[in-house]
């Protein structure tokens, strides 16, 4: 099983950019497909994208992130990144990385969580 430790959240101003970074370790990272989750308090942690195991040349976006939002990851450094340009307000949440063997945009299916890094947009 891998480990996962979110880290880059913060406070960004509308159209703002942020990179956040999921470092893995105690597996091997390549074999597992990395997610983005985020959540806002009283609703559902909904799918943002994806990147599938393997050489990360396979991703996958909910429509909201399609075009401003790039998952990418380095197996070399045991990470994945979730860089997120244009933000808006609506974009405010905790977000989450996580672990599945296969791919799933259903939390229910994930195996290996994150703490979560949090991510405020200033209107």
């Known amino acids: 099983q891998i480990h996962l430790v979110e880290s880059g959240g913060g406070l960004v101003q509308t159209g703002g950019s942020l990179t956040l970074s999921c470092e893995a370790s105690?597996?091997?990272?390549?074999?597992?497909?990395i997610a983005w989750f985020r959540q806002t308090p009283g609703k559902e942690r909904e799918f943002v994208a994806c990147v599938l195991s393997g050489s990360g040349s396979t991703t996958y976006y909910t429509d909201s992130a399609k075009g401003r939002f790039t998952v990418s990851r380095d197996n070399a450094e045991n990470t994945a990144y979730l860089q997120m340009n244009s933000l808006e307000p609506e974009d405010t949440a905790d977000y989450y990385c996580?672990?599945?063997?296969?791919?799933?945009?259903?939390?229910?299916?994930?195996?290996?969580w994150g703490q979560g890094t949090q991510v405020t947009v200033s209107a």
């Open positions: 105690g597996g091997r990272f390549s074999a597992w497909t």
């Open positions: 996580a672990g599945i063997r296969g791919y799933s945009r259903t939390p229910s299916k994930y195996d290996i």
